[in-house]
């Protein structure tokens, strides 16, 4: 992860930054120094959580669980592309689910708060997480990594592809509507996520 999907994750946000700075979908209450200043200091402390448990406790529950055969992907004899495909639909679903307690369960939501308070939408919003809720993710992680029977390699993979696709919808970053609308079939994109993170009812 630190060598390969750290970097790959830098480059994307670089180019998304860039990219909504040269075709900005909403118009923004503050500069982009400020937005990115005020989001990267509250995500200090989740960065420090992220680097030093968010992955490394998951993925040693994913070692333990594969040498033990413990969870659902240990148990089928599937071929590997068919694991990986698994994989993805089976964590995104978890993912689904716990979002939803986020935004649902009181005590959640306290934390996840902090990512929706933030007046101007855009790529940096993609790292203001409060590290409560960092912590609380790890545990559903781990849990979920031991049901499914996730493997190490997979994690990691999964996890990169989750995060570059969190930069991505974060974004401010105005796609040609006739493509948004395509990749709105199979991916959540800017637009789309803009109106989760609204404040207007209606929508």
């Given at each position: 992860?630190?060598?390969?999907?750290?970097?790959?994750?830098?480059?994307?946000?670089v180019?998304?930054?860039?990219?909504?700075?040269?075709?900005?979908?909403?118009r923004?209450?503050?500069?982009?120094?400020?937005?990115?200043?005020?989001?990267?200091?509250?995500?200090?402390?989740?960065?420090?959580?992220?680097?030093?448990?968010?992955?490394?406790?998951?993925?040693?529950?994913?070692?333990?669980?594969?040498d033990?055969?413990?969870?659902?992907?240990?148990?089928?004899?599937?071929?590997?592309?068919?694991?990986?495909?698994?994989?993805?639909?089976?964590?995104?679903?978890?993912?689904?689910?716990?979002?939803?307690?986020?935004?649902?369960?009181?005590?959640?939501?306290?934390?996840?708060?902090?990512?929706?308070?933030?007046?101007?939408?855009?790529?940096?919003?993609?790292?203001?997480?409060?590290?409560?809720?960092?912590?609380?993710s790890?545990?559903?992680?781990?849990?979920?990594?031991?049901?499914?029977?996730?493997?190490?390699?997979m994690?990691?993979?999964?996890?990169?592809?989750?995060?570059?696709?969190?930069?991505?919808?974060h974004?401010?970053?105005?796609?040609?509507?006739?493509?948004?609308?395509?990749?709105?079939l199979?991916?959540?994109?800017?637009?789309?996520?803009?109106?989760?993170?609204?404040?207007?009812?209606?929508?």
């Open positions: 992860m630190d060598y390969v999907g750290r970097p790959l994750l830098a480059c994307l946000f180019a998304l930054l860039w990219l909504q700075w040269r075709f900005p979908l909403r923004q209450h503050f500069s982009m120094l400020h937005r990115l200043v005020r989001n990267f200091v509250l995500s200090i402390p989740g960065f420090a959580i992220v680097r030093l448990a968010m992955l490394p406790i998951p993925i040693a529950v994913a070692l333990w669980a594969q033990r055969r413990i969870g659902l992907l240990n148990w089928l004899p599937l071929p590997g592309w068919a694991t990986a495909i698994v994989t993805f639909l089976l964590m995104d679903y978890a993912y689904w689910w716990w979002h939803w307690a986020n935004h649902m369960i009181p005590i959640f939501w306290r934390f996840h708060n902090v990512h929706h308070t933030d007046l101007d939408l855009d790529v940096s919003t993609a790292a203001r997480f409060h590290f409560g809720e960092m912590i609380f790890i545990g559903f992680l781990s849990l979920a990594v031991t049901l499914f029977g996730i493997t190490p390699v994690l990691v993979v999964f996890f990169i592809t989750f995060e570059a696709a969190t930069l991505f919808h974004s401010n970053w105005r796609l040609p509507i006739k493509l948004e609308r395509i990749l709105n199979i991916i959540v994109t800017p637009r789309m996520h803009g109106i989760h993170h609204s404040i207007v009812q209606r929508e």
